[in-house]
């Protein structure tokens, strides 16, 4: 489960571009996945733009 997360994760921060990644981790009861700028360029892409939840469709 937690590969499966982390590929869909991952084909998210590239639909998004440069400047994106993500993180997995285990929660207590489930598999979580963070994903989040870590660029200036992309902080102000995503709050002009809405990029990352774009990336979701």
Same mark, same amino acid.
């Given at each position: 489960?937690?590969?499966?997360?982390?590929?869909?994760?991952?084909?998210?921060?590239?639909? /998004?571009?440069?400047?994106? &990644?993500?993180?997995?981790?285990?929660?207590? *009861?489930?598999? +979580? #996945? /963070?994903?989040?700028?870590? &660029?200036?360029?992309?902080?102000?892409?995503? *709050?002009?733009? +809405? #990029?990352?939840?774009?990336?979701?469709?």
């Amino acid at each position: 489960m937690k590969e499966l997360i982390r590929e869909r994760a991952n084909e998210i921060a590239e639909r /998004a571009g440069e400047g994106y &990644t993500t993180s997995p981790y285990v929660g207590e *009861n489930r598999v +979580n #996945t /963070a994903v989040w700028t870590t &660029t200036p360029e992309a902080i102000q892409d995503n *709050n002009q733009n +809405n #990029t990352l939840l774009k990336s979701l469709r």
